[in-house]
């Protein structure tokens, strides 16, 4: 029995649902696992904040220009296979010899081939499912993605409980080979390559508007200034808390384990109530929530050193993050609407938002070094008021409504822009 062209496109989504699942893991090489291995062998707050403030600077170069390379690529699947390749290959490095050479050099090679995931992943999905599902589908897409970082989360942890660090290297292996079998498994030619730049409509021009419609778009500039202020607080809370505790408890992977863990249940949550959030009370309700979620998060890492007080500050971190990471390219995408230019307009707001990420970095390690850590926690929450009220100021240009979504009429921020 042949099978239906309805039937290879809903294989193609669960082959996309097993991808967000294990690229979890895939995508990061070490992930949230960096801080505390390192910390645990010598290695400052200082010089983990200019190690993942080199990678964020390569990060912020090579994303835009593999934006642009996505749009124009007919090959989506290699550009998110050949990627996890590298970065498992320089994770393994790092893990055997974490020298100089291979921690900087490993994650210098991270951000750049990493930098290409985000955007082929967004391009993948939109030209899968098109325009009016997309809201629903990245959202299901952060479900699996964080699904699969707490079962990646929980099997490191009893991992390197047994088995040390080879339990680490295992792991890293079996989900890289996992990662490429799905994406292997998508069908290519359920990939509408012009929907998957945004071309599904057009606003008049005969093809792909030029690079100036980034610029000229507003709205888009005012979401990357959002996204950078917000990164520049949140970026680095985690990272502090992975060292600080990890340092206390020796326990790096197992430690890193718990406190990610945390965020990510917290963020399959968010992805659960997100697209019930949109449809009820518009996109902009979910930035709200998102960017309220931060200075708290702060006051209360700030306050209390005790370690039973990360799950509350990493479940705001699942708040803030998790629903910014699926409200970011739904409002990207109505920006850039009939533009053909989504991907490359998502991942100038991924660099422009990486700017505030990476420069946030020796911020934090300049602040625990001269007050602690409950001082960079305080720091980098109140900075992220500013973000809250960018968005206020603009939030009908940041977040645009769309008719078809039920209860945009309803949203709660009515004031003109």
């Given at each position: ?288 929530l998102a960017l309220a979620a931060l200075p708290i998060r702060g ?119």
């Open positions: 029995m042949q099978s239906t062209p309805s039937t290879l496109a809903g294989r193609s989504l669960v082959a996309l649902a097993v991808l967000n699942f294990f690229l979890a893991d895939a995508r990061d090489g070490l992930g949230p696992f960096l801080d505390g291995f390192l910390a645990t062998r010598g290695w400052s707050s200082m010089t983990l904040g200019f190690v993942a403030t080199l990678g964020g600077v390569l990060g912020m170069i090579a994303t835009p220009l593999f934006g642009a390379w996505v749009d124009a690529s007919r090959h989506k699947r290699a550009l998110i296979i050949l990627p996890v390749l590298l970065v498992t290959a320089a994770a393994l490095w790092t893990l055997a010899s974490p020298s100089n050479a291979s921690v900087f050099g490993g994650q210098s090679a991270t951000a750049i081939v990493g930098a290409v995931i985000g955007p082929a992943l967004m391009g993948l999905t939109l030209g899968l499912v098109g325009e009016r599902r997309f809201s629903d589908q990245v959202a299901r897409n952060e479900f699996w993605n964080h699904a699969g970082n707490v079962v990646s989360l929980a099997a490191i942890y009893f991992a390197t409980s047994y088995y040390g660090e080879m339990g680490v290297i295992v792991m890293m292996i079996v989900t890289a080979a996992a990662t490429i079998v799905a994406v292997l498994a998508i069908d290519p030619s359920k990939v509408d390559h012009a929907v998957a730049r945004g071309l599904a409509h057009d606003e008049g021009e005969p093809g792909p508007s030029g690079f100036a419609v980034l610029v000229s778009r507003k709205g888009l500039i005012l979401l990357a200034i959002t996204l950078m202020i917000f990164h520049f607080g949140n970026a680095p809370i985690s990272r502090l808390i992975a060292q600080d505790f990890s340092i206390q408890l020796g326990t790096p992977f197992r430690t890193t384990a718990i406190t990610t863990g945390v965020a990510q249940l917290s963020m399959i949550v968010m992805a659960v109530a997100a697209p019930l959030l949109i449809r009820r009370f518009g996109l902009a309700s979910v930035f709200l006051a209360l890492a700030g306050t209390f050193s005790s370690f039973s007080w990360i799950y509350p500050v990493q479940i705001l971190d699942g708040v803030g993050a998790g629903l910014l990471g699926i409200a970011t390219p739904i409002a990207a995408e109505r920006i850039l609407a009939g533009t053909g230019r989504f991907n490359v307009g998502l991942a100038a707001v991924m660099t422009v938002q990486g700017i505030g990420a990476s420069l946030s970095n020796v911020v934090a390690g300049w602040l625990t070094d001269i007050g602690g850590y409950g001082l960079a926690y305080w720091v980098h929450g109140a900075v992220s008021i500013l973000a809250f009220v960018v968005f206020c100021t603009a939030h009908r240009l940041i977040a645009p409504a769309r008719s078809d979504d039920e209860g945009d009429h309803r949203n709660a921020m009515t004031a003109p822009s």
